[in-house]
């Protein structure tokens, strides 16, 4: 495995991410910053988890969340 110092993503499973990002923020929260489906109705990890998987742009958009949460957590 390639080691990459300036990359706060690298190693970080999107589990322990989303998981931070659900401790930081809330899922109501979440929702609002990220508005779809599976943060607004009856959000749940393991639906969550699926979705983001198999969708690149909502990925996206958690993993720029989850770098705007370690900067404002400095």
């Not at 401790?23 to 988890?49: A, D, Q, V």
Request: glycine share 6%.
């Amino acid at each position: 495995m390639e080691h990459q110092p300036n990359n706060p993503l690298h190693g970080v499973r999107l589990d322990a991410m989303l998981q931070q990002l659900i401790e930081f923020y809330g899922w109501k929260e979440l929702g609002e910053r990220i508005p779809i489906r599976c943060f607004t109705h009856n959000p749940s990890m393991g639906s969550s988890l699926k979705f983001l998987r198999q969708t690149p742009w909502a990925r996206e958009r958690v993993e720029g969340l989850y770098l705007k949460m370690l900067r404002d957590k400095k």
